[in-house]
């Protein structure tokens, strides 16, 4: 039996990630600084550490017997453009520390594959309609923020210990993804969980505020494509950074109107200032595609399954204990990443 580590795993990609690697009959151990908050994980063994410290690393690679067989590093201090923009230092900090004890760890440990998810933020902006980029342009590198910046100094510190310590190096640069069981308030969430939040809190014929112009150009991932897309790049022999996501791209105003339209809601646009990132982004598949691996779902179909679990949230919380109904439309959240 295969064992996997899932760093992050009481966050919303790596929780699925360990569902995903259960059905594929690993044994796997879950590391966080805290537990799934949604539903509990599939994870085998979960610990809680953390993995700023060489030691949480050390203890989350150590097995009683044998050696992983692959690492899954997705553990992030992370959030929407809100969080990206406030929180710099923060981001910097913990991210670096993080992924450089992790990957020592591994080496010191002799795991033989590691996975490392950075983003699409280690791109530059773009215009609307300019030709896809490839993995090789992200060079010369002009990310657009510091989570980027930290992203693309990981890639590099991950694929230095692979060539000295002569283990596998596996990179997926996600496009913003999305899902069930994401964070969808509280200032973290991106732009889909929020604008499923404020659809869900908006009466019908309602008006939202949603950050920018609602002309910023993203494609949005469902989560089950992701995590495929993890699996299948983890297990192919594709070294050096692959892009994953949807070919779909679309305009927040796209987003907006599809998440409406799923909510079966009339729903109003105000456009409000806020951080909004890049204007736009093409980026190419295809390295990811000669794994075998495509998207599955439009954003229609991901709405479909996202949008009903974020009313189900917004409806709890409003019946639950201390809360009122007048939870404002309006409020917080609405960033966009990558
Ligand atoms: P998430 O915030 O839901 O999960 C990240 C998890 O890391 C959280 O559960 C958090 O508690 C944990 N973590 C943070 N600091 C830690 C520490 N010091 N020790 C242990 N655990 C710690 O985020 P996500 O959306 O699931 O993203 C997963 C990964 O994918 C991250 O690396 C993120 O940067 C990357 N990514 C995500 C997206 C996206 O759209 N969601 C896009 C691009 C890249």
């Not at 590391?31 to 599939?42: C, G, I, N, Q, Y």
């Not at 699409?120 to 980029?133: N, Q």
């Not at 993890?230 to 192919?236: D, G, M, R």
């Not at 950074?241 to 109003?268: D, F, H, M, R």
């Amino acid at each position: 039996m295969k064992k996997a580590l899932v760093c992050g795993a009481g966050g919303f990609i790596a929780s699925h990630l360990v569902t995903r690697l259960k059905r594929e009959g690993y044994w796997v151990r879950g590391v966080d600084l805290k537990r799934p908050e949604f539903s509990a994980t599939a994870a085998d063994d979960f610990r809680l550490l953390d993995l700023r410290e060489p030691g949480g690393c050390d203890s989350a690679i150590a097995l009683e017997q044998g050696r992983f067989d692959e690492v899954y590093q997705l553990a992030a201090d992370m959030g929407g453009m809100g969080f990206i923009h406030s929180a710099e230092c923060e981001i910097l900090r913990n991210n670096a520390l993080i992924n450089v004890n992790m990957i020592h760890a591994a080496a010191r440990a002799g795991v033989p594959r590691y996975f490392f998810s950075s983003s699409v933020c280690i791109y530059r902006d773009m215009e609307p309609g300019e030709p896809e980029l490839t993995e090789a342009e992200a060079y010369p590198a002009r990310p657009d923020n510091e989570y980027g910046w930290e992203k693309l100094y990981a890639e590099r510190v991950a694929l230095a210990f692979g060539r000295k310590y002569g283990f596998e190096v596996r990179i997926a640069r996600f496009q913003n993804c999305y899902g069930p069981e994401g964070t969808w308030t509280g200032g973290r969430e991106k732009a889909p969980a929020a604008i499923c939040r404020k659809v869900a809190e908006a009466m019908d014929g309602g008006t939202i505020d949603v950050w920018g112009d609602g002309r910023a150009i993203r494609s949005y991932t469902y989560v089950d494509d992701m995590v495929d897309g993890i699996y299948a790049l983890t297990q192919s022999s594709l070294r050096g950074p692959a892009n994953i996501g949807s070919p779909e791209y679309v305009s927040v105003a796209q987003l907006v109107k599809t998440v409406a339209q799923v909510a079966g809601k009339t729903i109003g646009v105000k456009y409000v200032e806020g951080p909004v990132g890049v204007q736009s982004r093409n980026f190419s598949n295809e390295r990811i595609y000669s794994t075998g691996w495509k998207s599955r779902y439009s954003l229609r179909d991901g709405i479909a399954r996202t949008y009903p679990w974020v009313d189900q949230q917004v409806h709890a919380r409003r019946a639950g204990p201390g809360v009122g109904a007048g939870v404002s439309a309006a409020a917080g959240g609405g960033g966009l990443t990558p």
